[in-house]
């Protein structure tokens, strides 16, 4: 879909540089497939120079001329390591800063589904599944949760399946009980807005409208009557120079298609 916040960049574009922005300087970023590609990529790029992405399949300190679909080869073009899966998601524990996700439909309380829309049994879709997606929003210490196209039906009430834990049910204490070593999510970033989370109930709420978005679309394409920040803040908007580097980075629009 071709969007028309501005003449000069599409929401998707927003969200991703948005994302971007919550990686900082010398971290290490660990990233799933899908947006948060691109989203660390523009970071490196950007403002955070020595910053480290690593993948989920493996490659560490991966910095290729620009992204192409999940686990080409290019990705290992001047990286720094190449491991297996399971020394990459060891990392989660003991070396990373940030980890950014991508999900198809995410809850109220954070919880993420990236495995069917509908009943399980019977879905209406299945989607790719989990992945690494499970362990990263299990032991992240920081999470980063990326969408495109915020819908009502994608902003639910209670997702689907639960793919990846959030905050559950509510309420701090369940992801401790269970022995999840991470955070849980810490902000959502869509093309309508960015999003925290109470610290007190883990519940969602609207940080931060996207440049040119209007509270009113943000509620209709939510899926529950969601708590908004005071003051509510609007993000900072993307610069011709940062779009221009933006698809730079996706010459053959993998993740930036309209």
């Given amino acids: 879909m071709v969007d028309s916040l501005t003449r000069d960049f599409t929401r998707r574009e927003a969200a991703v540089i948005s994302a971007a922005r919550t990686i900082a300087d010398g971290e290490a970023v660990f990233i799933g497939q899908g947006l948060p590609v691109i989203a660390a990529l523009f970071a490196k790029r950007t403002h955070a120079k020595n910053s480290v992405i690593m993948h ?41 800063d940030v980890a950014i996700l991508g999900t198809a439909q995410i809850d109220r309380y954070g919880n993420m589904n990236t495995t069917s829309i509908g009943n399980y049994l019977s879905p ?6 989990s ?15 990326i969408m495109d196209n915020q819908q009502a039906n994608k902003f639910v009430e209670r997702v689907d399946y639960v793919t990846t834990p959030g905050f559950f049910r509510g309420g701090m ?16 970033v869509t093309d309508l807005g960015v999003y925290r ?34 003051p509510l803040r609007t993000c900072e908007r993307p610069t011709e120079d940062e779009v221009r580097l933006l698809r730079a980075l996706d010459p053959q629009k993998v993740y930036l298609r309209a």
């Avoid at 209406?124 to 599944?129: A, P």
């Avoid at 690494?132 to 992240?140: E, K, M, Q, R, V």
């Avoid at 007190?200 to 209709?220: D, I």
């Fill in 197 to 230: 989370f109470s610290r007190a109930t883990g519940e969602m709420y609207l940080e931060a409208l996207q440049h040119g978005v209007t509270l009113e679309e943000v509620r209709r394409n939510t899926g529950w009557k969601i708590n908004v920040a005071r």
């Fill in 131 to 145: 992945g690494g997606a499970n362990d990263i929003g299990s032991l992240a210490s920081k999470l980063v949760v």
């Fill in 173 to 188: 204490k369940t992801r401790e009980k269970l022995f999840l070593l991470g955070s849980g999510p810490s902000i959502v």
């Fill in 124 to 129: 209406k879709l299945r989607i790719s599944g």
């Fill in 56 to 96: 989920e399949y493996g490659v560490v300190d991966t910095d290729p001329p620009f992204a192409l679909e999940l686990a080409h080869p290019i990705f290992a073009d001047n990286a720094l390591y190449l491991s297996d899966m399971i020394d990459a998601l060891g990392c989660l524990v003991l070396e990373s």
